[in-house]
Protein backbone atom coordinates (compact mmCIF):
# COMPACT_ATOMS: atom_id res chain seq x y z
CA UNK A 1 0.00 0.00 0.00
CA UNK A 2 1.15 3.24 -1.05
CA UNK A 3 1.58 6.36 1.49
CA UNK A 4 -0.64 8.42 -0.43
CA UNK A 5 -3.10 5.72 -0.10
CA UNK A 6 -2.69 5.22 3.49
CA UNK A 7 -2.93 8.95 4.37
CA UNK A 8 -6.54 8.85 2.24
CA UNK A 9 -7.49 6.42 4.59
CA UNK A 10 -5.92 7.77 7.94
CA UNK A 11 -7.76 10.97 6.70
CA UNK A 12 -11.45 9.34 5.88
CA UNK A 13 -11.38 7.66 9.66
CA UNK A 14 -10.36 10.93 10.92
CA UNK A 15 -13.32 12.75 8.78
CA UNK A 16 -16.15 10.22 10.16
CA UNK A 17 -14.55 10.65 13.79
CA UNK A 18 -14.96 14.12 13.76
CA UNK A 19 -18.24 14.21 11.53
CA UNK A 20 -20.16 11.43 13.49
CA UNK A 21 -18.30 11.74 17.23
CA UNK A 22 -17.67 15.09 17.51
CA UNK A 23 -13.91 16.68 18.69
CA UNK A 24 -13.28 14.55 21.35
CA UNK A 25 -13.37 11.22 19.32
CA UNK A 26 -11.79 13.16 16.43
CA UNK A 27 -8.28 13.55 18.55
CA UNK A 28 -8.97 10.15 20.27
CA UNK A 29 -8.87 8.76 16.74
CA UNK A 30 -5.73 10.65 15.86
CA UNK A 31 -3.37 10.10 18.75
CA UNK A 32 -4.41 6.33 18.69
CA UNK A 33 -3.46 6.28 14.76
CA UNK A 34 -0.19 8.04 15.58
CA UNK A 35 0.79 5.41 18.31
CA UNK A 36 -0.55 2.54 15.79
CA UNK A 37 2.31 4.44 13.25
CA UNK A 38 5.22 4.46 15.55
CA UNK A 39 4.13 1.01 17.08
CA UNK A 40 4.56 -0.02 12.86
CA UNK A 41 7.64 1.61 12.56
CA UNK A 42 8.99 -0.62 15.35
CA UNK A 43 7.65 -3.81 14.01
CA UNK A 44 9.00 -2.54 10.45
CA UNK A 45 12.40 -1.98 12.33
CA UNK A 46 12.34 1.71 11.29
CA UNK A 47 12.63 2.84 14.77
CA UNK A 48 14.76 1.86 17.86
CA UNK A 49 13.60 2.28 21.37
CA UNK A 50 17.12 4.35 22.18
CA UNK A 51 15.88 6.77 19.37
CA UNK A 52 13.15 8.50 21.54
CA UNK A 53 15.79 8.08 24.88
CA UNK A 54 19.26 8.78 23.85
CA UNK A 55 20.50 12.20 24.51
CA UNK A 56 22.46 14.06 22.21
CA UNK A 57 26.17 14.68 22.30
CA UNK A 58 27.80 18.21 22.33
CA UNK A 59 29.37 17.06 19.13
CA UNK A 60 26.19 16.82 17.32
CA UNK A 61 24.98 20.32 17.67
CA UNK A 62 26.84 23.27 15.87
CA UNK A 63 26.11 26.95 16.89
CA UNK A 64 28.31 29.53 14.90
Not at 15 to 30: C, E, H, N
Not at 49 to 55: L, V
Request: avoid cysteine; charge should be positive; hydrophobic fraction near 50%.
Amino acid sequence: MSMAVAGLLAGMALGFAGYFGGFGAFLLVAALGAVGFIAGRFLDGDLEPGDFFRSRERGDRRRR
